[in-house]
T-cell receptor, first 115, second 109 residues
Framework: GAVVSQHPSRVICKSGTSVKIECRSL??????MFWYRQFPKQSLMLMAT?????????EQGVEKDKFLINHASLTLSTLTVTSAHPEDSSFYIC???????????FGSGTRLTVV | TQLLEQSPQFLSIQEGENLTVYCNSS?????LQWYRQEPGEGPVLLVT???GGEVKKLKRLTFQFGDARKDSSLHITAAQPGDTGLYLC?????????WGAGTKLIIKP
């Protein structure tokens, strides 16, 4: 089955620093990957759609300059939270699908804590 | 704007009881997916239904897609503590997913 690997699973950083989160499709190619943010006890909120070889598509209200997305290959997308602040602390999850129809595979998520 | 209303948002029942979770929309979806998420983990796909009226069973879980492909239900028979988790429905449309708010399910021994 399709496997998506996400790293790191947990990260604690100081306010003002940047953090990079990686999302890899291990056994399939993904021209598109999705980045979500999830607050406690809530559903997933789509932040952006990562497109291989082109610019990411951001959802309304998501700051492009703060959440930098790079999708340089068919198996890797990265999300960089720049100049992190405590309000950026959250659970970030990526997903991808080999066929776009029958279901999405999610990474295990990254718990970001900004202190 | 497509919306997917999921209910109930929270459910706490005793082991052995039955339950149903609903996802309703005024929009038609090409597929309806159900996921289960445990704390600190990403969602895991349980099932995808694509045909109006389709019923799929996964052990004690029964998933149904409405005839008009606007709604879906998840029924759990004889719930067990291992069923505890966050259940999410998602409607597929044009390679995008519209998410329900989730149902936090707790099964008490």
């Amino acid at each position: 089955g399709a496997v998506v690997s996400q790293h790191p699973s947990r990260v604690i950083c100081k306010s003002g620093t940047s953090v990079k989160i990686e999302c890899r499709s291990l056994d399939f190619q993904a021209t598109t990957m999705f980045w979500y943010r999830q607050f406690p006890k809530q559903s997933l909120m789509l932040m952006a759609t990562s497109n291989e070889g082109s610019k990411a598509t951001y959802e309304q209200g998501v700051e492009k300059d703060k959440f930098l997305i790079n999708h340089a290959s068919l198996t890797l997308s990265t999300l960089t939270v720049t100049s992190a602040h405590p309000e950026d602390s959250s659970f970030y999850i990526c997903s991808a699908t080999p066929d776009g129809f029958y279901g999405y595979t999610f990474g295990s998520g990254t718990r970001l804590t900004v202190v | 704007t497509q919306l997917l209303e999921q209910s109930p948002q929270f459910l706490s029942i005793q082991e052995g009881e039955n339950l149903t979770v609903y996802c309703n929309s005024s929009s038609v979806f090409s597929s309806l997916q159900w996921y289960r998420q445990e704390p600190g983990e990403g969602p895991v796909l349980l099932v995808t239904v694509v045909t109006g009226g389709e019923v799929k069973k996964l052990k004690r879980l029964t998933f149904q897609f409405g005839d008009a492909r606007k709604d879906s239900s998840l029924h759990i028979t004889a719930a067990q503590p291992g069923d505890t988790g966050l259940y999410l429905c998602a409607g597929g449309s044009n390679y995008q997913l519209i998410w329900g708010a989730g149902t936090k399910l707790i099964i008490k021994p």
